[in-house]
């Protein structure tokens, strides 16, 4: 299995960016995915997950309203679309499946991926 995360880079305060999780060796519709992050200096903590079922996800409070989690069974691909970036938002982002869990958990996922920095600057 292989989550190959990026679409990351450096961005300005309130600007937008998109990133991409494309699976392999699994089906993207049959796993929570979630994305993760880790800024410097701070644990993992979960940013918003998308079950196998599909719906809207579920979002940590700190990107409601900003960040999207979408997965297109299609192209075996889950998205983050971010906006209103702030620079509380620069980590490194890590996509991640769980066959059995719909949860945000930060610990504990089957899979992960290799992450992608997201930068922003002020």
């Known amino acids: 299995v292989q989550l190959q995360a990026y679409g990351g880079g450096l961005v300005q305060a309130g600007g937008s960016l998109r990133l991409s999780c494309a699976a392999s060796?699994?089906?993207?519709?049959?796993?929570?995915m979630a994305w993760l992050r880790q800024a410097p200096g701070k644990d993992r903590e979960f940013v918003a997950a998308?079950?196998?079922?599909?719906?809207?996800?579920s979002y940590a409070d700190s990107v409601k309203g900003r960040f999207t989690i979408s997965r297109d069974n299609a192209r075996n691909t889950v998205y983050l679309q971010m906006i209103s970036l702030n620079t509380e938002d620069t980590a490194v982002y890590y996509c991640?499946?769980?066959?059995?869990?719909?949860?945000?958990?930060?610990?504990?996922?089957?899979?992960w991926g290799q992450g992608t920095l997201v930068t922003v600057s002020s």
């Open positions: 060796g699994l089906s993207v519709r049959s796993y929570t």
């Open positions: 991640a499946a769980d066959r059995g869990r719909y949860t945000s958990s930060s610990v504990g996922w089957d899979y």
């Open positions: 998308i079950s196998w079922s599909g719906g809207s996800g």
